[in-house]
């Protein structure tokens, strides 16, 4: 058996070390990963001992805003750490797995509104903002990406406290916590279709036209300089990937269950919101890189 390729080695722990994965960064994510299960552990069990948690649909609208939040940074995380150089990142690779396993437990709320998957996702997130701020203060390390991530998620939190949690007294004494948590429909719901209809298409196409010439004015073109086939090539590239990524769930869901997925229509403009959110943070970064 032939021995490793030296240079093969050194090529590797050269691009860890420049994408910020040494055993330093590695050794603190361990502890924050720990100090998270051990925060996540104390306000979960508080939150189940002391509070109810209605497993109603703002419940499921929590998870699937959580997790488009968390899969955007995660996005966020990718582009920083392939486009910028290392002492430039602000999300290193080494706090993946705790952003990903956050991530998979609001993800599980969405398709199940159970009272103990709601109060651990409210928990782990809770717990990652607390620490992730913690950390921010204590180094003097904020970047834009905290100031705009750490208050959508403490909003999301509060949201959650809002819609799906109550104490125990207020729940026995209320008489509105129970009609919250129930599916109520009023009138015929119309059937769901593969096409968004024309209002949709037009708002997708103008947004798409509207993000590519931000992303061509942050590459540093001036607005009267930028060519109109170039803005319409990147609005389709926008609307073409949306659709591609938005049609693979959608038609798995229709061969599971023979009928078309539900909220398709605001499936599609989460899934066009992080595919923009890309393309924009993108150019962002390479415009810092380039500068």
């Avoid at 196409?205 to 170039?230: M, T, W, Y």
């Avoid at 049609?247 to 909220?263: D, E, F, K, S, V």
Wanted: glycine fraction near 6%; proline fraction near 5%.
């Amino acid at each position: 058996m032939t021995g490793s390729d030296p240079l093969t080695e050194a090529w590797l722990a050269q691009e860890l070390v420049a994408r910020g994965i040494t055993a330093p960064t590695l050794g603190m994510a361990y502890l924050g990963f720990l100090g998270s299960f051990v925060l996540t552990a104390i306000l979960f069990v508080t939150l189940r001992a002391k509070l109810v948690t209605s497993p109603n649909r703002s419940s499921r609208d929590y998870g699937l805003y959580a997790a488009v939040l968390l899969i955007t940074l995660l996005v966020a995380m990718v582009l920083e750490n392939e486009i910028l150089p290392g002492p430039s990142q602000s999300l290193p690779y080494v706090a993946l797995p705790q952003l990903l396993l956050v991530f998979l437990i609001h993800l599980l709320i969405y398709y199940r509104q159970e009272p103990w998957i709601i109060g651990l996702g409210v928990a782990s997130l809770s717990a990652t903002v607390i620490l992730v701020g913690l950390v921010v203060y204590w180094t003097q390390a904020a970047r834009p990406v905290h100031w705009f991530i750490l208050p959508l998620a403490a909003s999301l939190i509060v949201f959650a406290w809002v819609r799906c949690i109550s104490t125990k007294n207020a729940f026995l004494k209320s008489s509105t916590i129970y009609l919250n948590s129930k599916e109520i429909q009023t009138g015929v719901i119309p059937a769901q279709t593969p096409w968004l209809g024309l209002p949709q298409w037009v708002a997708l196409v103008c947004a798409s036209l509207f993000l590519a010439v931000l992303n061509e004015i942050l590459r540093g073109a001036a607005l009267e300089q930028i060519p109109a086939l170039e803005i319409l090539t990147r609005s389709l590239l926008l609307l073409g990937i949306t659709s591609l990524v938005s049609a693979i769930p959608a038609a798995t869901y229709w061969l599971a269950r023979h009928a078309w997925m539900p909220q398709l229509t605001r499936f599609v403009w989460v899934v066009w919101l992080v595919v923009g959110f890309a393309f924009t943070y993108g150019n962002y970064l390479v415009s810092l890189d380039v500068s």
